[in-house]
């Protein structure tokens, strides 16, 4: 196929007409399809079926003898946080087990920095003159949606295939007014990229304007391949320690997308100075987790070869789906030059940049042909995307064959939307 941009205007129009006749039958097909979030399909949920007889009626009693029925343990059983100790590449007593949630434990611990400060601060932020995260971009709404729910205002960093622009990102830090930025740092939500050893490196050396600056570690995709390879991830609690930032990542994780997305368990590591910290606000907040769900994990995971043998099932399950969106993309768009897009090794979701000024086009065709995606902007902060061009597909949830028609309906759009784009430029 040549380029959209090397068409002459009555070729142009040509595909244009033809596109848009393709779209109209594929419109007529009239289908409901949700391509938005990142759940996991109903099969994925059925990989843990056996855990909800877990821990099972009397097996109620953690290694020490603690009563899991019970109030207390702040911090997790011991069991529970070995199990999760290769995955956050931390020690077990530098772990806590929260409950369902990791987002909740991020929205604690930027309530909890403004309200009262971190180890390391002067004041706490709010009292700061205005407190600023660095964004990576294309990044998760939902930590966007944190920042802009707390008031903490959001500077974009630019990702380059490695993680964050690490040029961009030492500038900025330099700022006192800088407090945090967040790092999805393996196969990231959405691009799908990893922190490569350099950026991490950095992330932990670098200079920072605020001595009580803090990296938002959100590992939420840490065992998610979806591919036989287990790209690993260097160590940033060591890093940081050895760079004499003993105490600037919060480490994340959870098992939403390993065991059950609603009923999971959250991870938070981090130095022993910030476990104290957290242990010590979180006392406030809770008498206590949910320990019966944490021994249900561990009686049904066991360990981190559990762990990585479960998710190989995950995988078979979800691999095929993101094959599909990226054989329809390559099908309809390889070489026309309308998109972009990433081939992600992990995680949950498909990148897709458009011509520039294309993407909310793109997404109003889709919703006009029955296909539901994120709105346009939502990778950026403020859902403000300058360019108007990237997009972020979920794969897992709909059925293959739901997928498989989505992919084709969305690759149809984007094709449509950028012959749109063009016309209009040269007009
Ligand atoms: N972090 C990232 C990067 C995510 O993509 C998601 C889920 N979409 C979460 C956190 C949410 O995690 P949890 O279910 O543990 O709150």
Redesign the pocket.
């Known amino acids: 196929m040549t380029t959209l941009a090397s068409l002459d205007p009555a070729a142009r129009d040509a595909l244009r007409a033809e596109t848009r006749k393709a779209y109209e039958a594929f419109k007529a097909r009239g289908l409901k399809l949700d391509m938005t ?2 759940k996991p399909a109903p099969e994925q949920l059925d990989l843990s079926s056996a855990m909800m007889s877990l821990p099972g009626n009397g097996d109620h009693f953690a290694e020490s003898g603690e009563d899991a029925r019970n109030y207390g343990g702040l911090q997790g059983l011991p069991e529970a946080r070995a199990l999760f100790a290769p995955l956050v590449q931390a020690p077990p007593a530098q772990i806590v087990i929260g409950d ?5 434990l ?1 929205h604690d611990c930027v309530a909890w920095a403004l309200l009262k400060g971190v180890p390391g601060s002067v004041k706490p932020w709010s009292q700061e003159q205005e407190p600023v995260f660095l964004c990576p971009v294309p990044g ?1 709404d ?2 966007f949606a944190i920042c802009e729910a707390l008031g903490i205002r959001m500077l974009p960093v630019p990702m380059t295939g490695q993680g964050p622009d690490m040029d961009v990102v030492e500038k900025l830090a330099a700022d006192p007014a800088v407090k945090g930025m967040w790092c ?1 740092p393996k196969y ?2 959405p691009s799908g990229e990893i922190y490569s050893d350099e950026t991490v490196r950095r992330l932990a050396a670098m200079e920072t304007g605020s001595p009580d600056f803090r990296l938002f570690w ?1 590992n ?2 840490a065992v998610h391949h979806l591919t036989a390879t287990r790209h690993p991830l260097a160590d940033i609690l060591s890093l940081c320690e050895k760079a004499g930032h003993p105490d600037r990542a919060f480490i ?1 994780a ?1 098992t ?2 390993v065991t059950l ?1 609603g009923a ?1 368990l ?1 991870v938070f590591a981090s130095s022993p100075e910030n476990v104290r910290w957290f242990l010590g606000r979180a006392f406030f907040r809770t008498i206590g987790p949910d320990k019966l769900n944490q021994l249900r994990h561990v009686r049904f995971l066991k360990d981190m070869a559990g762990i990585e043998s479960h998710m190989e099932k995950q995988r078979t399950l979800i691999a095929p789906k993101f094959e599909a969106v990226l054989d329809a993309l390559e099908a309809r768009l390889g070489g026309t030059g309308a998109a972009t897009w990433t081939k992600p090794e992990g995680g ?1 979701f498909i990148t897709v940049d458009t011509v520039d000024g294309a993407a909310q086009r793109v997404v109003a065709l889709a919703k006009d042909a029955g296909i539901a995606l994120t709105p346009a902007g939502a990778t950026s902060p403020y859902g403000r995307d300058p360019h108007d061009r990237t997009l972020r597909l979920a794969p897992t949830f709909p059925s293959l064959s739901d997928v498989k028609a989505a992919a084709e309906g969305i690759a149809l759009c984007i094709l449509l939307a950028g012959l749109e784009t063009q016309t209009a430029e040269a007009a």
């Open positions: 979030r990142g369902n949630s990791s987002l909740a991020m998760y939902r930590h999805v990231a939500n959100d939420a995709y994340f959870s939403s997308k997305a999971g959250a949950y």
